[in-house]
């Protein structure tokens, strides 16, 4: 147990702003928003932010040391992703090593962001260098497009079916239902996956996010602080990331927790036998298809078969995010990185409502993104574990 | 009508830009002997080996089809009358991995993972021809 890094490090709260397809609000009203929710959930105060890992695609111009002169906060550690939906996690694991080396005793993680479609679609033409010069003059159809190729080959590759990851779509929905704070929650039969509106075959409507505006946070504590919280507390059990793996090798079908795994679950003690849950980055449904086999949740090549043999919704045999994730829940912007770190949190704490997991004592969480020419760059992933 | 996205011309980039609209396929290859990669998308470094230095080569502008999508909802509305369209990654047989889009129209799209294709010229904007690929063979 000894051998984490982020041991005296707590997880004390997680909160969430509601989610809404539009919205006037800045995205430095939604970044607060989450803040003082995570805050309450920890039975903290604003005062006692000692250091801020923030997300947020839109917030350029401003940074995250602007957000700290905003909010009046003085900060001893900052932390901004730029590693899209895979920051973060990576954020939580910086933040948790600077608190056990004693430089600051609360850290807030926030993520969000204030999309809609026609801003999510600019963002993409010019995401970064490669996008925008080799991808966007050909009318790639965004990342809608980019994961399309993916999911072809994944299919023809291995033998998957569109029924496979409509049984993944369809269980989030279902676990989406339970969760009062989605936007998506009418019920979705497996029918209406398949015949859904085509956007890139053979992506269909409800293999895509649907932009929206929203934020996550989790919050950070010192083992000093955290005892006397009266919170129940969640630790970091291990973790890691990898960015640009494999290298020179777009379609190689893999990614980064390949890398991260083996690490991560010497350092938590666990294997992938002992989770309860998975919260997985599901941008597209193929990516948790590749996050299941890198995990070692899956077999490598078989995630397809993984989930014809398994029921992933809140009280199946293998829980997949709970809260329906960022495809029934919405995904706002880089918030798409927090959400499931957020619902896992929850879930530990033994919050998660009319959608708990049952002995929910451990689970993984992961993150994904910074597209850039034909995938996504950066992984990354969690143990978290209930402290009783 | 909104304009296409075009991209940004750079004294890295711009011998494989050049070449489109002079009807070649550039591609960069690592300097250093004992590597002599191809390289794609344009570079300051090699990303096999770290050299610093690439030579600009014509491709034979053949590969095979890695991947493909046919696009129903464009990213971008200038591309709306184009619909539906295929978006192919092709694996050069210099090696390295382009995105493009089959020329012609997107008839039958079935088995199209590994068949050979050919790199045409596609006037995209009036001052920018695009690389394409149609099936060869």
Redesign the interface.
């Known amino acids: 147990m000894a051998r984490t890094p982020y041991e005296g490090v707590f997880v004390v709260g997680a909160g969430q702003t509601v989610y809404q397809k539009r919205s006037d609000k800045t995205v430095h009203r939604v970044i607060w928003e989450a803040l003082d929710a995570g805050l309450r959930s920890a039975r903290l105060a604003q005062r006692d932010v000692q250091g801020l890992a923030l997300t947020c695609f839109l917030l350029p111009p401003d940074n995250v040391t602007t957000v700290c002169e905003h909010f009046g906060i003085e900060a001893r550690f900052l932390f901004q992703g730029l590693y899209g939906g895979a920051s973060s996690i990576i954020g939580m694991l910086h933040a948790a090593r600077a608190i056990r080396d004693g430089n600051a005793d609360v850290v807030a993680c926030v993520a969000a962001d204030a999309f809609d479609v026609a801003a999510h ?1 600019e963002m ?3 995401f970064n ?2 996008m ?14 980019v994961f ?6 994944y299919m ?1 590759t291995f033998g998957a079916r569109r029924e496979d990851f409509g049984r993944l779509c369809v269980a989030q929905r279902a676990n989406a239902g339970q969760n009062p704070n989605a936007l998506l929650r009418t019920p979705m039969s497996l029918d209406d996956y398949l015949n859904a ?7 269909r409507l409800y293999d895509c996010v649907m932009p929206c505006v929203g934020g996550d946070a989790v919050i950070l504590a010192s083992e000093q602080v955290a005892r006397r919280l009266g919170v129940p507390l969640v630790r970091i059990a291990g973790g890691g990331e990898m960015h640009n793996y494999p ?2 090798d ?2 190689s079908l893999r990614g980064g927790w390949e890398r991260i795994a083996p690490r991560m679950y010497e350092q938590a003690g666990c294997g992938p036998r002992d989770l309860a849950f998975a919260q997985l980055y599901d941008d597209y449904p193929v990516m948790e298809a590749i996050q299941l086999e890198g995990l070692g949740i899956a077999p490598r090549g078989k995630a397809h078969e993984w989930l014809r043999a398994n029921d992933t919704t809140w009280r199946g045999t293998f829980p997949i995010n709970t809260g329906g994730g960022q495809l029934s829940a919405g995904q706002a912007g880089a918030s798409g990185g927090m959400i499931g770190v957020v619902e896992g949190v929850l879930q530990l704490r033994g919050e998660g409502g009319e959608r708990q997991v049952k002995n929910a004592k451990r689970g993984i969480v992961a993150g994904y993104g910074l597209v850039a ?2 995938r996504g760059q950066s992984a990354s992933a969690a143990v978290l574990e209930r402290v009783d | 009508m909104t304009e ?5 011309i750079t004294a890295i ?1 711009k011998p494989f830009w050049d070449g489109c609209n002079q009807g070649r396929l550039m591609l960069q290859r690592c300097a250093a002997p004992e590597c002599r990669k191809h390289v794609f ?1 344009p570079r300051v470094c090699c ?2 080996c770290g050299h610093g230095a690439l030579d600009w080569v014509e491709a034979s502008g053949r590969g095979r089809i ?11 509305d ?2 709306l009358g ?1 619909v ?2 295929l ?3 092709v694996g050069l047989d210099e090696d390295p ?5 089959l020329a012609g129209p997107a008839a039958d ?1 079935a088995g199209l ?1 590994g068949r050979p294709v050919k790199v045409v010229f596609h006037q ?1 904007t009036e001052r ?1 021809k ?1 690389p394409f690929f149609a099936l060869a063979g």
């Open positions: 679609n993409l033409d010019r260098g490669p925008r010069d080799y991808l966007a003059p050909y009318g790639f159809g965004g990342a809608n497009g399309a190729l993916h999911t072809r080959l023809e509106r085509l956007i890139a075959e053979p992506l290298a020179n777009v379609y020419y034909g | 296409k996205p075009t991209p940004r980039n998308y990303p096999h890695l991947t493909y999508t046919e696009i129903h909802r464009p990213g971008h200038a591309f184009e539906p369209f978006f192919i990654a991995t382009i995105h493009s889009r799209n993972i995209s920018q695009l």
